[in-house]
C-alpha cells in the first residue's frame, strides 16, 4: 500500500505500521498480517475468518470502523453492478449488429456493399436499489458523519424514540427546520416540563413579589430589618436554582415576622404602603395560608437536595458518598409524599431520568461499593445493584488478565471483611475515617484492589467551581476569543479551577455553607423589578464529575451543573 493512500485512510490512528504487511493494534498491540483490512476487521469486532476480535477497542471506535467497512462495501456493491450492466451492454451490441447484416444481406436488390451501423440503445448504469432497511442505515450514518456526532448518541433512548416516530409517519415526512426547533418545540416541551411542577413555579413567583416589595423600598427594608433583627430576607446560592430554594427557607423562617410588620401600625397606617395595588396584592399573599403550605412544600422537597450539594461541596473527596446521598435524598421524598403517590411518583421519575439516564457513571457506583461505610452497612439495599458496574470499573483499570490475577480473591476479602479489613481499627474507623485514608491505612490484605480503591475514592466532587451563568468552559471557548485546541482548553480550565480553590480555601471559613453567598445578588429576581419575569428554574442537576471515560481528570468537573436543572426546568 502506498504511503498516500495509508495517509489518508483514517483507520491508521489506530495501528503502528510495522515492517513488510504487519500492523500493531494500538488497543490490545496484537500484530497483524494482512495490511490495515485486516486490522479494520479486527477493530470492528464483525465476525471475519482469520480476523479474532480486539478485545480492548473502544465502543466508539468500532462503532466507527463498522461505518467505514459498511461504506466501502456499498461502493463495491455499486462498482460491481456497474462491470456488469458494461458486459450486458457489450452482449446486446454483439446480437444487434449480426442480425442487421443478416436483413441486409437478404433483401438488398443489388450487390451492394452496405455498410452496417448498429444502432445502439445506451443502458443506464443504475446502482442496484439498496433494501429500505439499508437505505434508512446509510442515511442515518450520513447525518452523524456530516454533523461529527459523536457514535455513543445513537445509544439515547430518544434516539429510537426519534426513529420511532418518523417511521409512523410515513413516505413524505418532512422534519422540523431549525428555526422551529429553536422556538416553537423548545417552548412546547419546556412548557410540558413545566407543567408537572407548576405549583413550585408559583410559589417561587409569588415569594419574589414579596421580596421585591421589600427590597425595592429603603423604608421598608429598614422596617422589615427592624422586625427580623437585622436578618435578610433572601439568599444569594451559588447558582439561580439553589437561590430560588435558599431565600424559600429563609421566608419561611420569617414568616409570623412578616405577618407582624404588616399589621404593625408604622406600615398600616403609612398610605404609601397600603393603598399600592401591588403592596395589597403582596399583603393578601402574605396573608394566604395555601401559598405558607407551597412554601413549606418547596422547602421539604429541595432540602435533601441542598444537604447532598453541601456535603459534596466542601472540598472533601465524596465520590464514595455521592450514591448513597442521592439514595437517602430519593428515600426523602419518598417519606414526605408517603400519602400523595402521585406527587411521590412526578419528582421521582424527574430525578431518575436526569440521574440514571443522564448523569449516573459506573465510578459512582464502584465508590459506593468501596466506601466501607456503605459495604459494611446492613441497612444498605443497593449493593447488588452496583455491582455490575464496579465490575466494569475494574475491568477498565485493570486491562489485562496478569493485572486481575488475583483480583477475585482480593474482592472477597475485602467484602468479608478478612484480614486487615476485620481489625478492631478498621472496624471502628468505617464510619468516622474518609474512605480514601480508611483504605490506605486497613488496605493491606488486597494491595492491587487497595490501589484501585485509593485511585477511585480520592477523586472529588464539587459544584462552587460553577459561576452562577457560565461555567469556566463557556467563559474561555465563548465567540469573545478564537476558538482553541482541546489541550489548550483543559490546560486553561484546569488553572481556573485551582485559582478559584485555592481563594476559596483562603477567603471563606471552613464552617461557611458552601452553596451559599454572603453578599445578596441585587441584579437577582428576587430583587430587581422586570415587566417580563423569567420562568423560574429548579434545582440545580447532579451533573458526574466523573464519567467514568476518564479516571485521569485532572480538575474537579462539577457534580452540579449551573445552566441544566434536576427537575429539568
Request: with cysteine; glycine share 4%.
Amino acid at each position: 500500500m502506498s504511503a498516500v493512500v495509508r495517509e489518508k485512510d483514517v483507520c491508521w490512528e489506530y495501528a503502528e505500521k510495522l515492517d513488510g504487511n504487519k500492523v500493531k493494534c494500538k488497543f490490545c498491540l496484537r500484530v497483524l498480517n494482512g495490511g490495515i483490512s485486516r486490522l479494520k476487521h479486527h477493530l470492528s469486532r464483525l465476525p471475519s475468518k482469520g480476523v479474532n476480535p480486539c478485545s480492548k477497542v473502544r465502543d466508539d471506535v468500532s462503532d466507527r470502523v463498522r461505518a467505514i467497512i459498511a461504506s466501502k462495501d456499498d461502493v463495491k456493491e455499486t462498482s460491481n453492478a456497474k462491470k456488469q450492466k458494461v458486459v450486458e451492454g457489450k452482449s446486446t451490441v454483439n446480437v444487434t449488429s449480426s442480425r442487421s447484416l443478416l436483413t441486409v444481406e437478404a433483401t438488398a436488390p443489388t450487390p451492394v456493399v452496405a455498410k452496417v451501423y448498429p444502432t445502439v440503445m445506451p443502458v443506464p448504469m443504475a446502482v442496484p436499489p439498496l433494501s429500505s432497511q439499508e437505505n434508512a442505515e446509510k442515511n442515518i450514518a450520513l447525518f452523524f458523519f456530516e454533523n461529527k456526532l459523536d457514535f455513543s448518541v445513537a445509544r439515547s433512548p430518544s434516539y429510537q424514540l426519534m426513529v420511532d416516530a418518523i417511521g409512523k409517519c410515513g413516505a413524505g415526512f418532512t422534519g422540523p427546520s431549525a428555526d422551529m426547533l429553536r422556538t416553537t418545540w423548545l417552548e412546547r416541551i419546556k412548557s410540558e416540563e413545566f407543567s408537572k411542577v407548576d405549583w413550585v413555579n408559583k410559589c417561587i413567583l409569588q415569594a419574589q413579589t414579596i421580596s421585591k416589595l421589600i427590597y425595592n423600598s429603603v423604608s421598608i427594608l429598614d422596617l422589615m430589618k427592624k422586625f427580623t433583627g437585622g436578618q435578610e430576607l433572601i439568599k444569594t446560592g451559588i447558582t439561580k436554582p439553589v437561590s430560588n430554594f435558599l431565600s424559600l427557607q429563609s421566608m419561611l423562617k420569617q414568616r409570623s415576622r412578616l405577618k407582624q410588620m404588616l399589621n404593625s401600625p408604622e406600615f398600616s397606617m403609612n398610605s404609601s404602603y397600603a393603598s399600592n395595588p401591588k403592596n395589597i396584592a403582596c399583603i393578601a399573599t402574605i396573608e394566604d395560608g395555601d401559598f405558607w403550605r407551597a412554601v413549606e412544600e418547596s422547602v421539604a422537597i429541595s432540602e435533601p437536595f441542598l444537604k447532598v450539594m453541601r456535603e459534596v461541596s466542601g472540598g472533601k473527596p465524596a465520590v464514595g458518598s455521592i450514591y448513597e446521598l442521592m439514595t437517602r435524598a430519593k428515600e426523602s421524598i419518598r417519606t414526605y409524599y408517603i400519602m400523595d403517590e402521585s406527587k411521590c411518583k412526578t419528582f421521582l421519575d424527574i430525578v431518575d431520568r436526569k440521574w440514571g439516564g443522564q448523569l449516573h457513571s459506573p465510578l459512582h457506583s464502584a465508590a459506593a461499593f468501596l466506601n466501607p461505610s456503605v459495604q459494611y452497612n446492613p441497612e444498605i439495599k443497593f449493593l447488588v445493584s452496583i455491582k455490575e458496574d464496579f465490575f466494569k470499573v475494574i475491568e477498565k483499570l485493570l486491562p489485562t488478565p496478569d493485572m486481575r490475577r488475583d483480583i477475585t480473591n482480593q474482592i472477597f476479602i475485602f467484602t468479608r471483611a478478612s484480614g486487615m479489613f476485620g481489625c478492631s481499627l478498621a472496624m471502628e474507623a468505617r464510619d468516622t475515617v474518609a474512605p480514601g485514608l480508611w483504605w490506605e491505612q486497613f488496605g493491606d490484605s488486597a494491595p492491587v484492589l487497595q490501589r484501585v480503591a485509593i485511585r477511585i475514592l480520592s477523586q472529588v466532587c464539587s459544584t462552587f467551581t460553577f459561576e452562577k451563568h457560565w461555567s469556566t468552559f463557556q467563559q474561555i471557548h465563548s465567540e469573545k476569543r478564537n476558538k482553541i485546541d482541546k489541550e489548550t482548553l483543559n490546560d486553561l480550565a484546569y488553572i481556573n479551577y485551582n485559582l478559584k480553590l485555592t481563594r476559596q480555601m483562603r477567603t471563606k471559613p471552613l464552617e461557611a455553607d458552601p452553596i451559599q453567598y454572603d453578599d445578596i445578588d441585587m441584579t437577582s429576581e428576587w430583587v430587581e423589578e422586570s415587566d417580563n419575569p423569567s420562568p423560574t428554574q429548579w434545582l440545580d442537576r447532579f451533573g458526574s464529575a466523573l464519567d467514568g471515560s476518564d479516571l485521569n481528570t485532572r480538575f474537579n468537573a462539577a457534580i452540579f451543573g449551573a445552566n441544566d436543572h434536576l427537575f429539568g426546568l
